[in-house]
């Protein structure tokens, strides 16, 4: 079983916790669709999730949402909408577009032998028209909606009466005219992941010069979709005010998801705006470079996560687990993670970053205390296992 691999990182007494916790859901079916097998955080954390329900005789399945580049265009935009109260409006065409993808999918996915169907984010939220009776929707919401575009909330609120329950990552994220019951589970990552197993020094020094990047010298890292709400832009702005004091490279280690049409578009501005820069190297890896992501975050000596809003942000986690100090932005789901000053910065300025950067570049011991408590507090809040329990005390919970 994979899930006894667990126990000698999380200890036994969790693992039968689980175990027994599923016996309660034995035979259940449950289904979850999202808009993606690869790229962004929510496909990788169901990669690991999946899996381990059907190892604990919970028959789960995972299909995807499918969609053209104006359905995923319109979707964006939406996205967009529900993190920020943008003065967008959301045209008749584009809900009548939505609805058509929307009823073709239906035609694509059986839902009919399915107790429990779990739909996260927006893309697939109108799928819920298609609901039998007996079974419980829930809508698994990935993004902060605490200040949505009033016109999103409008759109979004036509097809959450129909579901059951709403899962988010904070309670922060929640807006105050949700009227559905909601639950909290913070997402996590999985240790045994090859994003996050133990690496050779010797493989993470090849992969940092396959790279053309120097393991001699200091390295500021970011990792993330090449997104503007990630900012990497800001990011760049601090690295160069740390150079201008300490000998570093900047390393932007990303990708774009198939559901995010503007990814391209923001890789390209950032490569442009770096093409001169030779201590700065722009990254666009295929969804499956995890051991090469997991180099680079080993690799590094800071890392940083420049958000401007943020869903959660598992490469925070992530980048703990290899005992590295974050500077990351007070945003989101980076403020729960960090602890200021304890496991790493948090900063609400390009200034900020590069003042708590230039701190740790000139302080090894502070960079390895704050690299033990970033370990130790991913392992006690945001590994697989703490998340798989709580989605089975959920689902028990809606069904009973």
């Not at 919970?58 to 104006?70: A, C, L």
């Not at 020094?201 to 053309?212: C, M, P, S, T």
């Not at 180099?295 to 940083?304: L, M, N």
Request: negative net charge; contains cysteine; charged residues 30%.
């Amino acid at each position: 079983m994979k899930l006894e691999k667990y126990i000698p990182i999380v200890g036994e007494e969790v693992i039968n916790e689980i175990v027994i916790l599923a016996k309660r859901l034995k035979d259940i079916r449950v289904l979850h669709v999202n808009s993606t097998y690869k790229g962004g955080g929510v496909a990788e954390i169901l990669k690991g999730l999946v899996p381990l329900m059907n190892e604990l005789d919970i028959k789960t399945d995972w299909k995807v949402f499918e969609g053209d580049e104006r359905f995923f265009n319109f979707t964006k935009k939406l996205h967009n909408m529900l993190h920020l109260p943008l003065e967008e409006t959301i045209t008749s065409e584009e809900f009548v577009y939505y609805l058509k993808v929307v009823y073709e999918n239906l035609t694509k996915i059986d839902f009919s032998s399915y107790d429990v169907v779990i739909v996260h984010d927006p893309q697939p939220i109108g799928l819920v028209v298609n609901k039998e009776k007996g079974q419980k929707w829930i809508w698994r919401c990935h993004i902060d909606t605490s200040t949505p575009a009033p016109t999103a909330w409008d759109f979004v609120r036509k097809f959450l009466g129909s579901y059951d329950a709403a899962i988010f990552h904070l309670p922060e994220f929640v807006y105050e005219k949700m009227d559905l019951p909601v639950y909290i589970i913070q997402p996590s990552i999985d240790p045994l992941h090859p994003k996050n197993v133990d690496l050779p020094d010797e493989e993470v020094r090849e992969i940092l010069i396959k790279f053309g990047v120097d393991p001699e010298i200091p390295i500021i890292l970011q990792v993330s979709r090449f997104d503007r709400l990630k900012d990497p832009f800001g990011a760049l702005e601090a690295f160069k005010m740390v150079r201008k004091n300490f000998k570093c490279q900047m390393v932007f280690v990303g990708g774009y998801a198939t559901d995010d049409p503007e990814g391209e578009t923001v890789y390209k501005e950032l490569l442009n705006l770096t093409a001169e820069e030779k201590d700065v190297f722009v990254l666009n890896l295929p969804p499956d470079s995890h051991r090469e992501v997991n180099a680079f975050q080993r690799g590094a000596t800071v890392v940083i996560q420049k958000s401007i809003r943020e869903g959660f942000g598992l490469v925070v986690s992530e980048a703990m687990w290899k005992e590295k100090p974050v500077v990351g932005a007070n945003v989101g789901g980076i403020r729960r993670q960090i602890v200021h000053g304890i496991t790493g910065f948090l900063v609400e300025s390009a200034e900020g970053a590069a003042l708590r950067i230039k701190q740790l570049l000139s302080n090894d011991s502070l960079r390895k205390d704050m690299g033990y408590h970033a370990k130790e507090r991913v392992k006690h809040r945001y590994l697989i296992t703490r998340h798989l329990r709580d989605y089975l005390l959920i689902i028990h919970k809606i069904l009973s």
